[in-house]
């Protein structure tokens, strides 16, 4: 469904250019549900919007379904946002109108592209759990109440990928989980491709595969080690962080690239060079030999 290879954005300003994303690889299947989580400012929110057709890329390669979003012109890009994208922001005003009730809201859309159908509007409301609420005007639901109502307006044009930036991130814990409860249930039984960038690892830890980015590429995955743990209830809370429920793996690129953590650099004391040995089984990777001698006070890091 989603296919980025050597992904670069770079934002220019009068006197500055910031290297948003720095060749960044991602792969989605059709039907995923995946969350994509990274510090402050290591480029998830350009992802997303990329993704959803807002910012251009700058080059690479960045495929969605059948459409190059590098190549695209300006007319597909319409149809694209149109028929196969939808967006949830954190902060929902951005895409409510707090005059209109909840279901001229996700009328709204339908409007503007040309096809009201009023049936599924207020399907797409009872799916949300709002059945009862469609009628109310929005300053009359809660915010939570009125990120689902959100939720509801990015499926109106009923599309196959689902990009949620933060979605979770001005509720509650319980309007959380009940958000995180309808993504499963879009993802399930309709199939929606979902790609959720957030902070929370407790919300991370309830998808199946979690992509970590760090300075604008992809760094490391965590894969589930039991995809059935929906199930068990509660079990998330009670473990909390992400390595005890997924496995943790590095992200290798085509041409054998990886990301080695700035921590683990610094305390190696490796800035631009290492050394690298393979002993059959693992590749050792070190501070620089020192010519000469000296050797013996190399630290060692296994990777
Ligand atoms: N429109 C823009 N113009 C210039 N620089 C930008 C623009 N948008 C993002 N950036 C820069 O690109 C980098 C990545 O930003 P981005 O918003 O994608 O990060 P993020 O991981 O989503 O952060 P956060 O979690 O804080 O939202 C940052 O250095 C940011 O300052």
């Known amino acids: 469904m989603i296919e980025c290879e050597g992904l670069v954005k770079i934002f220019k300003t009068d006197d500055l250019e910031v290297v948003a994303l720095q060749g960044l690889n991602l792969k989605v299947e059709a039907g995923e549900l995946m969350a994509i989580i990274g510090n402050s400012g290591s480029g998830k929110s350009t992802l997303l919007n990329t993704l959803g057709g807002l910012d251009r890329p700058s080059a690479g390669t960045v495929k969605v379904g059948e459409w190059d979003l590098l190549k695209i012109t300006e007319e597909d890009l319409v ?7 939808g967006f949830i922001w954190q902060n929902n005003a951005r895409n409510l109108l707090p005059y209109l009730t909840a279901l001229e809201n ?16 207020k399907q797409l ?3 949300v759990g709002l059945k009862e609420r469609m009628h109310n005007k ?3 639901l809660s915010g939570g109440e009125q990120q689902r109502v959100a939720i509801a307006i990015s499926l109106s044009n009923r599309p196959k990928l689902l990009l949620a930036d933060e979605p979770t991130g001005s509720v509650d814990t319980a309007t959380s989980d009940l958000i995180m409860g309808i993504f499963r249930r879009l993802n399930r039984e309709l199939g929606v491709t979902i790609v959720i960038v957030t902070h929370d690892l407790t919300l991370a830890s ?5 992509v970590a980015i760090r300075d604008g590429l992809t760094s490391t995955e965590f894969i589930k080690r039991n995809p059935n743990m929906d199930a068990q209830k509660g079990f998330e ?7 005890e429920i997924h496995e943790a793996y590095v992200v290798v690129d085509r041409v ?4 080695v953590p700035k921590e ?3 305390a190696l004391g490796i800035s631009d060079k290492a050394s690298m040995e393979f002993d059959g089984e693992k590749i050792t990777i070190s501070s620089p030999k020192k010519l000469g001698g000296g050797q013996d006070e190399e630290q060692k890091q296994s990777i």
């Open 256 to 259: 054998g690239r990886l990301q």
């Open 79 to 85: 149809q694209y946002k149109r028929a196969t994208v």
């Open 264 to 266: 683990y650099l610094d």
């Open 138 to 140: 929005l300053h009359q």
């Open 106 to 121: 996700v009328e709204m859309p339908m409007m503007l592209s040309g096809k009201v159908d009023r049936d599924y509007a």
């Open 206 to 210: 309830k998808v199946d595969r979690v």
């Open 125 to 127: 409301l009872e799916w």
């Open 237 to 243: 809370e009670q473990t909390g962080g992400l390595q």
